[in-house]
């Protein structure tokens, strides 16, 4: 079992920065796909970023290219989002998940998710 703790949301205004952190234990991530979700009111949960076990590979919602970096270090089984130029657009619960495998783009693929972080951008 993965356990995993988002920690980093909060108020920012828009054109603002915040770097989200997702803490996993129980097991190492080190071979486990790692991705960042979110979901706004009344809407369903989308995928924002995703990173491969190694780290070497990574990809985005065309809504947060080049705004958001997904990274992670392994030696401290974490993951980071981090997310500049917000907008109100981005205003959601971010959730943290983890795959054994590839993970992918539906959320229905990922094995293990955290409880989520509110994220809200003020205009």
């Known amino acids: 079992q993965v356990q995993l703790v988002e920690s980093g949301g909060g108020l920012v205004q828009a054109g603002g920065s915040l770097r989200l952190s997702c803490a996993a234990s129980?097991?190492?991530?080190?071979?486990?796909?790692m991705g960042w979700f979110r979901q706004a009111p009344g809407k369903e949960r989308e995928l924002v970023a995703m990173?491969?076990?190694?780290?070497?590979?990574?990809d985005y919602a065309d809504s947060v290219k080049g705004r958001f970096t997904i990274s992670r270090d392994n030696a401290k089984n974490t993951v980071y989002l981090q997310m500049n130029n917000l907008s109100p657009g981005d205003t959601a619960v971010y959730y943290c998940a983890a795959d054994r495998d590839s993970g992918g783009w539906y959320d229905t693929l990922w094995d293990y998710w955290g409880q989520g972080t509110q994220v809200t951008v003020s205009s």
């Open positions: 990173i491969s076990w190694s780290g070497g590979s990574s």
């Open positions: 129980g097991r190492t991530i080190s071979s486990f796909a």
